[in-house]
């Protein structure tokens, strides 16, 4: 399951950790067969107005064609009554029934359909009242043959043990922002598709904090890049000063203090601490904890930072879903130019070049592999231009000068190492897109 999200004006799904668990959770659609519950950890109470729609056009897509499925959202806490008698109230029952003799009167009623219900916080719950509602509703699951009810909770405390438990703090977009630039007549047009990404990479994938910040920079003028990086940083500033993670943050990077005596029981509780404190965050397609970009940048402010940390926070704030993007249009340029080249060199290969091919030959190049099977492996003396650089192929021909040629190399070697990405290189793989069309 995705979650629209709209920011600069720009709507994308975005996926979590969690959705994989989610959709193999109601793709065996509990609501039809033998109940069950489900739990959504979220970063805060106001996602879970965000997830409605889109638990309802997921499970809706998925009960298509079966019998009717009706969706009832419970909200509990203080007055509403605890998660049990939330959801007596909501089958319009007397709230002073017992628990379980409601059960016989709720599976009357749903008898001639399915039912999910979706849980959330109007106020804090105790876990032991979630705990009654697990409790209540396994026991309908037992006892009960002919009727399912199906449950999901929307946690944002982390308080509801039950599992299968899915991840929804931390998303990414899934959009491409060059997908369209072939078709479009005005670069800025891919303004906010851009903007979109960047909110979404400074904020570590917080929903919060990109909410914040998309306000923050909703009046930003299109293309004016300048003036986005000042918002971005004034608001990355701004927000750590006011963070309650501040400290932890500031002693785990020494700018107080040194961490040289800390034992490892206290670095792995400010770990802790900093994650709880949603300044960690695993980056798409990576397993280790990084400072959330935001707050690298507001480090990397700080006059008082040890230069040993500038290299690695540095790195946070490059844009890898762009920097991706970018590098495989540059990938596919540069095979373009080696075709266009083709039979128009005036100069030989370089002994470099022919060392590499021999070395691939000999199966002793552990990074460039074709299988056995491979229909037409680089072996003959002309494939050795497939292992020269870029550079030696563009300087083999006179064709080679031609300025998108050079600039497909600057723009893919930028990339490649490392450096920050920004609206000048979408705009760049723009104009490349546009010439190599031609």
């Known amino acids: 399951m995705q979650l629209d999200l709209t920011l600069a004006g720009f709507t994308s799904p975005w996926s979590f950790r969690g959705s994989r668990t989610f959709a193999n959770w109601a793709e065996g659609k509990p609501w039809v067969h033998e109940g069950s519950l489900c739990v959504l950890h979220t970063e805060e109470a106001r996602i879970s107005a965000l997830l409605r729609p889109s638990i309802s056009r997921f499970v809706h897509g998925i009960n298509a064609g079966l019998s009717r499925l009706d969706i009832c959202y419970v909200s509990c806490g203080a007055e509403l009554g605890t998660p049990v008698q939330a959801m007596i109230h909501a089958f319009e029952l007397d709230s002073s029934i017992p628990p379980f003799e409601a059960l016989g009167r709720i599976e009357a009623r749903i008898r001639d359909r399915s039912l ?47 599992q299968p438990a899915c991840d929804f703090r931390f998303g990414h977009p899934s959009h491409s922002v060059l997908v369209e630039a072939s078709s479009i007549s005005n670069a800025e047009d891919l303004w906010p598709a851009y903007v979109h990404h960047r909110i979404a990479w400074e904020a570590g994938g917080s929903i919060a904090y990109a909410l914040s910040l998309g306000h923050k920079i909703a009046e930003c003028p299109p293309g004016n890049d300048e003036e986005l990086e000042r918002l971005l940083q004034e608001h990355a500033v701004l927000t750590l000063q006011e963070h309650s993670g501040k400290a932890d943050l500031e002693e785990a990077h020494e700018i107080v203090g040194s961490l040289a005596n800390f034992t490892s029981s206290r670095r792995q509780l400010l770990r802790s601490q900093l994650f709880q404190h949603h300044l960690l965050w695993r980056p798409p397609a990576m397993n280790s904890f990084q400072v959330v970009p935001w707050a690298s940048r507001a480090l990397l402010a700080h006059t008082s930072l040890p230069r040993k940390y500038v290299w690695g926070l540095r790195h946070q704030l490059v844009c890898a879903p762009l920097a991706g993007e970018i590098m495989a249009l540059c990938l596919k340029f540069e095979s373009q130019i080696l075709v266009r080249l083709h039979g128009k060199r005036n100069r030989a290969v370089s002994a470099e070049a022919l060392d590499g091919q021999d070395r691939f030959k000999r199966g002793g190049d552990r990074f460039i592999v074709y299988p056995a099977a491979f229909p037409a492996r680089p072996v003959t003396p002309d494939d050795a231009w497939a292992f020269a650089s870029l550079g030696q192929n563009l300087a083999s021909s006179t064709d080679g000068s031609r300025p998108m040629y050079g600039n497909t190399r600057l723009l893919r070697n930028a990339i490649a190492h490392g450096h920050y990405v920004n609206w000048r290189h979408v705009d760049h793989a723009r104009q490349l897109l546009e010439s190599f069309d031609d």
């Open 116 to 162: 999910l219900l979706v849980f959330h916080e109007g106020s804090a719950v105790h876990p032991d009242d979630w705990l009654q509602l697990v409790m209540l509703l396994e026991h309908f699951r037992k006892s009960t043959k002919t009727s399912a009810l199906a449950a999901i909770v929307i946690d944002h405390r982390n308080v509801v043990d039950v």
